[in-house]
Structures are given as C-alpha cells and as structure tokens.
C-alpha cells in the first residue's frame, strides 16, 4: 500500500516495536496516531516524530478497555482521517514473572484476552468497515513463537495470541476481495521492556532491536498486495517480492 | 407513528416501498434490499461517524447548560446550539432556556474541557459560534471524555457511542447519526454487491434534527460540510451511462449530492464543500433518483425533503399505511424505500 498521506493507527506505540514501527511510517509520509497508556512515552515519541518533520498524534488509552475502543477510533479518524492503515503491537503479558497455568489467576487471563484479542477485534471492528467500502485498508496484528510452541508459564499470553492468529486468518478470508488485507506477524525476540518482563535472565545483548523486526513489517505493509489474506508471517524469514518496488526499500532499510 | 425506543438489532428491520411511478405501496424487509434493486444501481452512503455531540457545562454565573454541537467550521471554531439545565430525557420543547451569552463568556465543561463564545447568530441567541481550550488529540480526547450521543426525549435509556455508529463510519463529522445506514450490515451489503449493486461513500456533516424552538427549528438544517470521493463522482457518471439508478442511503447523501450538483452546475464534482441547500417540495432532483431512508414524521425536516422524491398523496398514504401496520419512527425505527419501478 501506499503510505505517502495514509492515515496510521498504531497501538503499542509508545515503545518496542510499535514505536518504530509508527516511526517508520511517519517517515513514509503516513499520519501517525500513536495509542498508548503511559502519556510520556507517547509524547517522547510523537516528538521524535515531529521533529524528523513527520506528522504524529497522541492518544492516551488501554485498549483492553470497551469503553475506549469507539473513541480511539473517533479520535484517530478525526486527526488522521480516513484511516487506511491499523497495526497492533500494544500486548500484555498478563503477570510478570510468569505463571504456571495453574497458578494463573482467571481475571489475569481474561485481561490478557482484553487487551490482546478483544482490543484489536474491536478497534478492527469499528475502523475496517469504512476501508471495506473505500476498497482499501491494511490491518497488522503483532504476534509470537508463543502463539505456535506450548512454552510452559505463557499460557495466557501464547493462548491469546493463538487467537489472534485465527482471528487474523478469518478476518483475510471474510474480507477478501474487498481490498482490506490483513497480516499477522511474529517479529522474532527483540530487546524490549515485554522480553525483559517476561524473560529478565536473558542477555539483552545477544538480542536484535526491534528496529530490525520494524523495517520488516513496514517491507511487509508496503508490499501487503503480495501477502496472503490474513497470512501468519515470521518476520526475520519473510522476503519481499523480487518484482515490487516493495523490494528494494524492503533491502535497502535492513542493510 | 410510535418511536423506536432504543437500539434494536440491525436485520430486521421492515421496509415500506413507495414506487412514484407505479403510485404504489408494498410492505417488505430491509433484508430484501437485494431484490428491490437492479445490477447495475448506485447506493451511496455517508460513512460520517457520530461523535459525542452533548456536552453538560456551566455558564457564568453557574448556570447549567447543555451545548450540542452542530458542527466544525474551517476556522476551528464549532456552531452549537444552547439549552438550559436538563438533559435528553426532558422533550427539547419544554427545557428551560439557557441563560443568553455574549461573546466571550466561558462554558466549562470539566477541568480538561471549557470554551469561549466567539459569536452569537442573529438569527437566534440560542445558536452559537464556540471555541474550544484547546485543539488537535487534546481536544478530540475530550471530546469523547466528556461528550454524550445527542438523543431525545422518546428513547428511554443514554445511548453509548457504538449504538449510534453505522457499520462503516470512519472521519466524526456527524452530530446525529446518519441512520438510515444503521440496518446495512455487511451480509446485506454483500448480498447487494453479490446481486450486482454497487456502493460507494461520501462523507456528510449530518447536523441537529431539533432544537425545540420553532424559530430554530424552521432553520434546520443549517449548512453542513460535505466530501465526495473521485471515486464516488467516477461511480455516479459510469452508473449512469449505463442506464443504472442513484439510490441515496439517507437524507444527508441527497443534501450532500445535491447539494455539490447545485454548487457546480448540475454536476458532483469530487472534493469538500458545504451546502446550504433545503431540499423540498417542487425541488428536482438532478443526481439522486430514489431514496433509502428512516420512517419520517409529516412534521421534521427530513420528511419535507421526501416531497422531492414523491407525490403528496403517495406520502400521505404511505404515511398512513404505515400508521395503521404499526410501523417505527425515528433512528432506530424503520425504513422506506422511494424509488420509480420498486413496485412492479
């Protein structure tokens, strides 16, 4: 798709992996709206942003939360509208250390299924039936290995994003035709605030930034033509089309 | 004709079909929309979501008032029309008259939220220029914080925001919803492109249905702002070489068409605009040639707009007819279809 102009909506944007994306995007020329519930977070990255020349809007807000869904949505539209473009990276881990299934708290994993697959079933819900009829729109939902292996003590956070994958898949084949695409993407372990919650002995050293997995979804979404409707994608072994012009920016931002 | 009293689910809906040509009246379901269309047929919609609109404040003095929003003007100002203390539940009719404001007294809304009148309208000291404390994420933010759905008296519980959304609303530009779009769920939608009928989007600052002041009131609707997509305007053109019909979905897509034809000599052209255009009796209609809309009062605004698209005696009937089979009125009521050759 293209990004010149697009209207962005990007949960999880205020660090990780939805940051850079959301950078990289402002880069592109798309009109930003960055969703998050820490305000300074946020505003450190609608100021990087901005200060690049890109265009970025603010919105503070849990996307676990109904009752912030409709006016997420109301708002980006208004700042950033039509908006053509959806990625979501906001996700919880539920409690951190991890747990046991056993020792998991039942309201923890409803919270977990809140904010990682009620959230983007919702906020998909109320932005995708506008680009259904514009007969064009692009949906990103940010995955993981935990959504495929059985890793002991990530129960609720792989089940939920095993769900998210399905709904991702379901989604594709509602919709296609219509020329709304919807993606998954598992974007491989990266150095985040998440992996060091979830896994605080592990070398941070050793681990790529989510830059790396950034440039690889933004690849993805330039050339999400090429991409199978509501396709399950690993970042780190997904290649562009040879003949899109989608290729060459895909190879140029990863060298 | 009796209101809908709150949010129903969206399908089952009936459908009252008037055919001018035909002078005839059929009873059907909105779920037959496929079959009373053509391949070929244009439905245009208005993908305008409704944004919180109501917003409970304090005047000087500590008067409580309630601001509805009418709309944005391109300078960042918004139109608004005042009421006294209350809220929907009391009929707009008998609220308590705000206290008159001057320019540049403050309402304030709540701690992150207040604004300064910047003009008050000759034609009423009800209606208002305001601007706001603040723009851009800060202002969209509180405005969904603290703004309510605009709703009246005959519904009997607060809306939320997602009851008045139609199922494909994307920029807020509307301050009531645009419900004639309200039953067009995605399976009929599909079922219509499934029988050949193609739909295609503008977007259509739909205004306030009432204020309960008879002077106001004989002014709605005030001019709304209105986009056509290129894509839209290419829909209509090769829609109508090939002999197919325009069916507006609502009365703010027959404004904002019309409205655009009346602009630029009897063409749409793509872009913004805003129309002050009243749609009435002895209007012709240049672009749209049939209408799906809600179930009207003889009495609002929107039901005027019918007489361009229907005899008096046909409205008068279908109104009676829809009377006597206990149709509903109003946002989540009903629906009806006018449209030359719906009733063979």
Known sequence: MELHRAGAVVTGGGRGLGAAVAERLARAGARVVLVARNRAELDLVAARIRSEGGDAHVLVADVGDKRAVYPIAGAAEALAGPIDLVVHAASDLGHVPLRLLLDTDCEELEHVLAVNVLGPFRLTKALAGSMVLRGRGTVVNVTSDASVAAYPRWGAYGVSKAALDHLGRIWGAELAGTGVRFVTVDPGEMDTKMHADAMPEADRSTLPSPDVAADRIVAMIRAIESVPDGARLEASSWTPPASTGATAEGKETRS | ?344
């Open chain 2, 1 to 344: 004709m009796k209101p809908a009293t709150g949010p129903r689910d969206a399908g089952t809906e009936r459908l009252l079909i008037l055919d001018p040509q035909a002078g005839a009246i059929r009873h059907a379901l909105v779920g037959d929309l496929p079959g009373l269309l053509r391949a070929g047929d244009l439905l245009v919609v208005n993908d305008a979501a409704t944004l919180p609109a109501s917003l409970a404040g304090t005047a000087p003095g500590g008067a409580r008032v309630e601001v509805r929003l009418a709309g944005e003007n391109p300078d960042g100002t918004w139109r608004a029309v005042l009421f006294g203390a209350g809220d929907w539940r009391t009929p707009t009719e008998h609220r308590p008259a705000p206290p008159p404001l001057a320019p540049g007294d403050r309402i304030d809304f709540a701690p992150d939220l207040s604004a300064r009148v910047e003009h008050v309208a000759t034609l009423h000291t009800r209606l208002v220029e305001l601007r706001f404390d603040r723009d851009g994420a800060a202002l969209w933010t509180a405005l969904y914080r603290h703004g309510r759905p605009v709703q009246y008296s005959y519904l009997t519980a607060p809306l939320e925001l997602w009851s008045v959304q139609t199922p494909y609303a994307a920029r807020p530009w509307a301050v009531e919803a645009p419900s004639a779009g309200r039953p067009l769920r995605f399976a009929l939608l599909s079922a219509l492109a499934r029988r050949g009928v193609r739909i295609a989007t503008l977007t259509h600052a739909a205004g306030l249905s009432s204020t309960g002041d008879v002077a106001l009131d004989a002014a709605l609707p005030l001019p709304e702002r209105f986009e056509i997509p290129a894509a839209t305007v290419d829909a209509i053109r090769t829609t109508r070489a090939a002999g197919g019909r325009i069916v507006a979905v609502g009365t703010t897509v027959v404004r904002a068409l019309e409205g655009s034809a009346a602009l630029h000599h009897g063409a749409v052209v793509p872009g913004a605009g805003v129309t002050d255009l009243v749609v009435r009796k002895g209007f012709r209609p240049r672009v749209v040639d049939g209408l799906f809309t809600g179930m009207h009062e003889p009495t609002a605004s929107h039901f005027e707009l019918l007489h361009a698209f229907a005899p008096d005696e046909l409205l008068d009937r279908a109104y009676a007819e829809a009377e006597e089979h206990a149709y509903l009125g109003h946002e989540f009521g009903d629906a009806s279809l006018l449209l030359a050759g719906a009733v063979s």
